[in-house]
């Protein structure tokens, strides 16, 4: 199963170059790394990153995560992915960008699909 992060351009690159992150400023704070489903990232850009451009949507395998990939309740009472680690490069299985068309984000061509 894929799970996606949406991180601004910046912190894209940070991972890039350092090969591992602790996560945006949210991350951080809360001591875990912040994960959505397919089903809810949409929701998460809205919610979280209306209005931002230079954004990337990152998708890991929740299989290469172990015991530290934590499922837990949050946002009306749905199960989120949360990591309880470093995110790592090897983690990324794949990176998109997240543009901003007509105020709302536009999710890579294929998106969802039961193939992932």
Same mark, same amino acid.
């Given at each position: 199963?894929?799970?996606? #992060?949406?991180?601004?351009?910046?912190?894209? &690159?940070?991972?890039?170059?350092?090969?591992?992150? $602790?996560? $945006?400023? =949210?991350?951080?704070?809360? !001591?875990?790394? %912040?994960?959505?489903?397919?089903?809810? =990232?949409?929701?998460? $850009?809205? +919610? %979280?990153?209306? !209005?931002?451009?230079?954004?990337?949507?990152?998708?890991? +395998?929740?299989?290469?995560?172990?015991?530290?990939? &934590?499922?837990?309740?949050? &946002?009306?009472? $749905?199960?989120?992915? %949360?990591?309880?680690? #470093?995110?790592?490069?090897?983690? =990324? %299985?794949?990176?998109?960008?997240?543009?901003?068309?007509?105020?709302?984000? =536009?999710?890579?061509?294929?998106? !969802?699909?039961? !193939?992932?």
């Amino acid at each position: 199963m894929l799970i996606y #992060k949406i991180f601004h351009a910046d912190e894209w &690159r940070d991972l890039r170059e350092h090969g591992e992150t $602790a996560g $945006a400023p =949210v991350d951080l704070a809360d !001591g875990y790394v %912040h994960f959505s489903t397919s089903e809810q =990232v949409a929701e998460t $850009a809205a +919610k %979280h990153f209306a !209005g931002q451009d230079d954004l990337f949507l990152l998708a890991v +395998k929740t299989d290469d995560l172990g015991a530290d990939l &934590r499922w837990e309740t949050s &946002r009306n009472d $749905a199960l989120f992915p %949360h990591l309880y680690r #470093k995110l790592r490069l090897s983690d =990324v %299985h794949w990176a998109q960008p997240l543009p901003l068309q007509n105020g709302a984000h =536009v999710f890579p061509a294929g998106f !969802g699909d039961a !193939g992932e």
